[in-house]
């Protein structure tokens, strides 16, 4: 069952945005949901971010008001189409998180939102040592994904919502000390901040 819902919430952008905006009703709706990781970041329009695994540029609609050098990148080519559609005014490069085509040290900012919990943890591995190779000295690495509910209110939502539209790399998340796994690769991390009862995690890592 849960790959048949989650087949059909990609193949259809009005499932997956009626989807996203049903999980977004926890943290104040999906505008919220997708500044969150953005909120005190030191940015003016000349920064250079990335939005990684931008899907259908959700996250990169917001981006693109903060600074004219956004680039979305994403391995889906049925995502980059509706992202190109949704924000023309962004590039997009379409390549795997993990091997991205980019010199190093060319972004201010990396941002990836609700992208992580979709990646094998060798895969996982990868793109955080990606991300800091691609990122300036002093640049952000800034995400937002799942993380244990500290209300165990939350527990049995989080619990429908993966047996609905996930697998097991995300129940892996869950069990991945994110903080810890950015310090091994050089992040200087801030604290989470925890929302939605702690079932999501706004995480920072400085290069």
């Known amino acids: 069952m849960a790959t048949i819902f989650r087949d059909l919430s990609y193949r259809y952008q009005w499932l997956y945005d009626g989807i996203s905006r049903l999980a977004a009703v926890s943290v104040g709706g999906e505008g919220r949901f997708r500044q969150l990781a953005l909120q005190g970041l030191t940015l003016n329009s000349e920064s250079k971010i990335l939005d990684l695994c931008c899907g259908s540029g959700q996250t990169t609609e917001f981006l693109v008001k903060l600074s004219h050098y956004v680039t979305g990148l994403d391995a889906s080519p049925l995502s980059l189409k509706r992202a190109k559609k949704n924000v023309p005014s962004a ?3 379409e ?3 993990e091997d991205m085509p980019f010199a190093d040290n060319s972004f201010d900012i990396v ?3 609700a992208a992580l919990h979709e ?4 895969q996982l591995r990868k793109i955080i040592a990606e991300v800091y190779r691609v990122l300036k000295p002093g640049g952000v690495f800034t995400l937002v994904d799942f993380h244990p509910p500290t209300n165990p209110i ?3 939502g989080i619990a429908v919502f993966f ?3 996930e697998t097991e790399t ?3 998340l869950l069990k991945t000390d994110l903080p810890g796994l950015l310090r091994e690769y ?3 991390v801030d604290t989470p901040s925890l929302y939605a009862g702690g079932s999501l995690q706004v995480l920072r890592g400085s290069k």
Request: charged share 5%.
């Open 119 to 122: 990646m094998q943890p060798q």
């Open 91 to 93: 590039n997009y490069v």
């Open 186 to 188: 050089g992040f200087v």
């Open 170 to 172: 995300a129940w892996e």
């Open 95 to 97: 390549a795997f998180a």
């Open 163 to 165: 047996w609905l539209f």
């Open 111 to 113: 941002h990836t939102s």
């Open 154 to 156: 939350f527990w049995p």
